[in-house]
Structures are given as C-alpha cells and as structure tokens.
C-alpha cells in the first residue's frame, strides 16, 4: 500500500512555491493530497486547482484565516482538520506558514503519537528582531510551544533558522528558500520599450517595481511616499503587480496616497509575465515590515535588476549593500527614497558592475539546490531510502 502525505497550506495560490515538493514526494512513493482555503483569494487559485486535478491530487477545503489565529473561522478550520486526518490515515503531514502550522500540528498531534510524521516550513516566523519586545516573547513563546508537536522545522532565512534552534523540535532545518528557475530570467528577448509604455512608462521615466500581494505587511505605500519626497517624482513611476486579499481597502489607501502626493503609480494587478516585466524595471523594490524570504526579490536579482529592500529577516539573504542593491528601515520613507535615487543616478560602469553581481548572486537560490535540500531533509526525517 502506498503511503500517504498531506500539505497543508493557507491560500491556493500558495502552491505554486510547492509543486517540486509534491513531486518529490511522489518520487519517493507518497500519494499526495492537499488541504487549503480554495476561496480567499481569487487570481493564482483559478490556475492552481486545475493543475491538481489534472495530477489526480486530491484536495480539500479548509477555511484558514490567515489575519487571525483566533478568529472564529480557524475555529471551524481546525474542526476541518481534524475530519480529514481521521478520514485519512497520513504518514507524513507537512504544513506551511505560521497560522496554518499552529491549526494543523494542533489537529495532528493524536496521530503523531501512532507514528505520523509532522513537518512545519516556518516561511518566515511572525516576530523577527525588528519586533517589539511584547510581540517577540507572544509569538515566540506560541512558537515554541508549538514546536514541541512537530519532528522537523525548515526555516528559509538565518534567523528564522538560529531562533528554530532555540526550539523543542529535534531538528531544524535551512533551505535557499522555495528555488529561483534562473533559466526563467535569463536572455530575455522582448521590446523594452514597446513594454514599459503598456504601463506608461516612457524612455526618460524610471520604472520602480513591486511584485507581490498588496497589504500592510508587503508595505508598499512607503515607497509612494518615498517617491514623493522626490526633487524628479514626475520621473518616476511606480508599477505594482499584484492583488489584495477579498475586502481589501488597499488598493484605495494606495491610489489616495499616490494622488495626495502626486506620485505616478500603475497598478497591475496579477500576472503571469513577471520576467518580461522585470527586464523593464529599472529598480526593483521589497519593503516588507516582515519578509521569511520574498522570491520576488531573488527573480528580479535574476533579471539583473538591482533591489531596494527592507532590512528584516529573508531579504538580507539576498541584497547585499552596495553590491545587489540596498537596505533600507521598512519605516523610512527618506532611507528608501535615497537608495532608490543612488540606483538610478548610477555611472553605467557601476551600473552593469550592479547588474551583473545581481545574476550573480540569484544563482546561488537555484531551484536545483531547494529541490536537493528538500530531498534530503524528507529522506532524513522519513528515513527513507528511495531515490
């Protein structure tokens, strides 16, 4: 009989960074299924749940709140939970994020007791050193405790990774994040040109990108008000790829504040050519208040586009100061306005010193070297000696 394996994770769209976990699973002979919120966001799911049922994997609803850990929601979550465990007996269970790994090692400790294996991937625990001292000993406390329910922790940054040692878990792991597909990014050939006027960006305008949910925590309207402390801010404009969660008034607040300041702002929305518009950028930007890792920064790096970055947690992986770009306080509007202008006020020697540099270092958060670590880390804890 084959054995069976769970991923448990928050949104649909959240697949996309696991499809060479699940692959690896099956490899190993693990039949997959997947537990997650179907309904929370609308774009990445309408591609990802087809692609599951074409691999006849079988998936279930799980009303995650991922705000709240204590929201009545998680509450009927974690009644899903447990229905699907006792519907099914998993060998291995592996849940991704913070709230989604509380609820599922919550659910799934009986059955770790009869031998089924709990593995948690952090993707960027909720207190980082940037966080008061009332939050860090709330959240690192629940981390702790939780950890005890669990045989395996991966971590995607340095200090995620030094703080899950300090845990009860007998094993901590780190991995370059989920992997970068470089090939992906590299040798481009589009009309840059012809591109970047489809967002209303012409020859003279410095294109500022940021690719990734909209929301509080991605903290994008530090760089509109970055932009508008600007001399030039009519040089600028600042292209945005993504979407906010259902109810959202983010892209509002966004719109408002650019208005106010007179700052160029083009909303995007999803999109499925992030390569081709990252070869358009001419700085790209990150300024998460908390970030585990943010492979929209390692994908531009890929493209050759230097990042300005906050300094928290899984960006510092990446931009090294200087060299990939800069780092910059997630609250400081002025730190983020004068790394972006020494960017792009850069002598074009620096500048392709810069570009190159960036290939450079992306190279080293190859998918090649996350599907090897994860390999070895399921093989590890599951004692398996298959391929």
Not at 14 to 34: C, P, R
Not at 70 to 94: C, E, F, G, M, R
Not at 214 to 225: C, G, T, Y
Not at 342 to 368: G, H, Q, T, Y
Request: aromatic residues 8%; contains cysteine; proline residues 3%.
């Amino acid at each position: 009989m084959k054995k069976k394996a769970l991923i448990v994770v928050n949104l649909a769209g959240f697949l996309h960074f696991l499809w060479n976990d699940i692959a690896t699973l099956q490899k190993m002979g693990y039949e997959v299924s997947v537990a997650m919120n179907e309904n929370s966001a609308a774009g990445p799911n309408l591609i990802e749940i087809p692609k599951l049922e074409e691999m006849g994997i079988a998936h279930y609803q799980v009303e995650f709140d991922t705000k709240s850990p204590v929201s009545t929601q998680n509450i009927q979550a974690y009644k899903q939970l447990k229905l699907i465990l006792k519907t099914n007996k998993y060998d291995l269970i592996h849940c991704h994020t913070p709230i989604v790994g509380i609820l599922t090692r919550m659910a799934a400790r009986k059955y770790r007791k009869t031998g089924t294996t709990v593995i948690y991937t952090t993707h960027g625990f909720t207190f980082t050193d940037k966080s008061s001292k009332k939050n860090w000993i709330v959240y690192f406390t629940a981390e702790k405790l939780m950890s005890r329910f669990c045989d395996a922790i991966i971590t995607i940054n340095h200090e995620d990774y030094n703080n899950a040692k300090k845990m009860h878990c007998p094993k901590a792991y780190i991995i370059p994040s989920v992997g970068l597909d470089n090939h992906r990014f590299a040798n481009l050939r589009i009309n840059r040109d012809e591109y970047r006027a489809s967002f209303g960006v012409n020859s003279k305008d410095h294109m500022i990108l940021a690719v990734g949910e909209l929301s509080s925590r991605k903290n994008q309207k530090i760089i509109i008000e970055a932009l508008g402390t600007l001399d030039r801010k009519e040089q600028y404009i600042f292209v945005i790829c993504g979407t906010a969660v259902v109810n959202s008034t983010i892209e509002e607040e966004l719109k408002e504040t650019a208005s106010k300041l007179g700052v160029r702002i083009f909303l995007a929305g999803h999109r499925l050519d992030i390569p081709e518009i990252n070869a358009c950028a001419d700085v790209a930007v990150i300024p998460s208040v908390r970030e585990g890792f943010g492979m929209t920064g390692v994908e531009a790096l890929a493209s050759g586009v230097p990042v300005v970055g906050s300094d928290v947690q899984g960006i510092r992986e990446y931009v090294i100061p200087g060299k990939t770009g800069y780092l910059c306080d997630p609250y400081d509007a002025h730190q983020f306005a004068d790394a972006i202008e020494k960017i792009v006020n850069l002598p074009s020697e620096e500048r392709a010193k810069m570009v190159i540099a960036c290939k450079e270092k992306a190279k080293e958060f190859d998918i090649s070297k996350s599907i090897a670590a994860m390999k070895n880390i399921y093989q590890e804890v599951l004692c398996h000696d298959g391929e």
